[in-house]
């Protein structure tokens, strides 16, 4: 039977050297960062890049993450890897651009909430443009009924410039 650690090894391409990144060519999530099944009851995934520094370096502290240097999501070079908290993780996120939605719409950086800024820009759009509710909501990735919603003051009622639903009058 292999060990967690032959496992593991087994997944890793070191073809770069021992500074060079070395990426985890196995399952990886949408974001790109490894994932591994550690094979405890119940079944766990763990992020390949956690268990790499884990095994270099031993346990890693509740709470804690593990950042790159490399900025290279599926790299598991422990000398690429460091210990730090979610402050510094996200302020290294941020400092690299990395973050996602960082648009003027959303309410903050990887948020799905839109923003004050967002209505307006939706209502703007919506008045000014040839834009479809479905176009400016695919250009914004919003869904449509979010976008219809705004743009006829539906829901952020408290904020001026909703352009309201014509109706048939029967």
């Given amino acids: 039977m292999t060990t967690l650690k032959d496992r593991f090894e087994a997944k890793v391409d070191r073809s770069a050297g021992p500074d060079g990144c070395w990426p985890w060519t196995a399952a990886t999530l949408w974001d790109g960062y490894g994932v591994i099944n550690v094979r405890q009851r119940p079944h766990r995934n763990v992020l390949a890049h956690r268990l790499a520094y884990s095994l270099a370096h031993g346990p890693i502290e509740d709470g804690m993450c593990v950042l790159h240097s490399c900025d290279n999501p599926p790299c598991v070079n422990p000398a690429h890897l460091r210990i730090g908290t979610r402050k510094e993780n996200t302020g290294d996120m941020v400092a690299r651009g990395r973050q996602r939605y960082a648009t003027p719409w959303r309410s903050s950086p990887g948020s799905r909430r839109l923003s004050a800024d967002g209505v307006a820009i939706i209502r703007a759009f919506r008045r000014h443009t040839w834009l ?11 869904s449509t009924v979010t976008i219809c919603s705004v743009a006829t003051g539906k829901t952020w009622k408290h904020l001026p410039g909703a352009i309201p639903v014509k109706k048939d009058v029967r």
């Fill in 132 to 142: 479809t509710l479905k176009e400016i909501g695919q250009r914004m990735g919003f």
